[in-house]
């Protein structure tokens, strides 16, 4: 009898802990969720006017820096580029965005529109383990393994709205 009651008590005191344990997870968990303002933010428009030829804005979009290029006209680049990478998807643009996340460890490459190292002409290079990228994200050298990340975006005027298909539909 004793211990059938002991047992209840420990019952319930251990459904109160779950309760609580509940009451401390639940708004926790809420916090993590997406909120109200970062959902608004899948799709962000920038002007590229705003940006002077040859240099790079870091914006955020849906919680992630991203950059975006305004190359300017006629733009060459002496650099190798191949078949699979995203220069054959941003070509001829002259204002298109780059997911700023270096596709190794995950660093914030930056832009040297001076050239870095051996190279004497425009590239993203990441700090952490010295990779470089071509201006339009391509992975030419160091430990990155693919080119940065394509946002979907699309051109309006002077406007890149990223976020929304265009001249680039879908993500890679
Ligand atoms: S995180 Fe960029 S090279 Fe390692």
């Not at 608004?40 to 804005?57: F, L, N, T, W």
């Not at 190794?104 to 529109?113: E, R």
């Not at 005027?157 to 539909?169: A, M, R």
Request: glycine share 12%; proline share 11%; net charge positive.
């Amino acid at each position: 009898m004793e211990t059938s009651r002991r047992d209840l008590l420990g019952l319930a005191i251990g459904g109160l802990g779950l309760v609580g344990v509940a009451g401390v997870l639940y708004p926790l968990l809420k916090t993590l969720a997406p909120s109200a303002s970062s959902l608004a933010g899948a799709k962000v428009e920038v002007d590229g006017s705003q940006i002077p030829e040859g240099q790079v804005r870091v914006v955020s979009w849906k919680g992630k820096p991203v950059f975006v290029v305004h190359l300017p006209q006629n733009f060459q680049w002496p650099g190798k580029t191949k078949e699979t990478d995203n220069y054959k998807l941003l070509q001829g643009q002259p204002l298109y965005a780059l997911v700023a996340v270096c596709t190794h460890l995950g660093c914030v490459p930056l832009w040297k529109p001076q050239g870095e190292a051996e190279y004497n002409y425009p590239v993203f290079h990441c700090p952490c383990h010295g990779g470089f990228y071509s201006p339009w994200g391509d992975n030419i050298a160091g430990p990155p393994p693919r080119p940065l990340h394509v946002p979907p975006q699309k051109v309006e005027g002077t406007k890149l709205i990223i976020g929304e298909p265009g001249f680039v539909k879908e993500l890679t």
